[in-house]
């Protein structure tokens, strides 16, 4: 999908002053972005957004080149970190509206960690809150943070992830498997998705059409 957009403004800043974080969420300090990337990584909060349209299909966008990690790998819809000072509901509106230039009501559906490694270049080591939502137009991104945007089918998406893992930041990879695996259903329902415990729900694309 070509990216249309009207905002090409820097949103993303080394200095962004992030929250240090222990296993459960309680604040432990703040530091800059860049230093809690650095080696293996600081534990601080995060927060990735799933969004879907009216027919089901998640919205999936490529990071943008120019990233220091997972550089022009494809992502889910939306990932970030809270600021200093933000809550969650700030910081993920605040996020959404400067990657992608679209809002959308969020639900909350879990919280995990995890810790990944971007060869020498640094690692992330988050605790991630997840959301999901819905919206019922395409977005307006910001082309200094997304490359490429698309939506798909959750089927097509089961079957890139499976052929293709290696075109997908370990982040999604992880969230996707936690949407997928029937534990929060009840959630997901609220935006309107009715998956299947067999994952029959919309029709299949070949991923080697969708990562080039």
Partial sequence: MSIQTSSAAVVSFDSEPLIIVDEHDHVLGHDSKAALHRGSGTLHRAFSIFLFNPQGDVLLQQ?????????????NTCCSHPRRGETYEIATQRRLEEELGVSADLAFTHRFQYQAQYDEAGAEHELCSVYVGRIDRDPNPNPLEVADWRWISPNALDQWLSERPE?????????????????????????????????TDSASLDPSAVVG
Avoid: C, M, N, Y
């Fill in 167 to 199: 075109t997908l930041t370990p982040w999604f990879k992880l969230e996707w498997e936690a949407l997928r695996s029937g534990r929060h259903a009840q959630i997901l329902s609220g935006v309107g998705l009715e998956w299947s415990a067999d994952h």
């Fill in 63 to 75: 990071r943008s080149g120019q990233k220091a990690l997972w550089p022009a790998f494809w992502s």
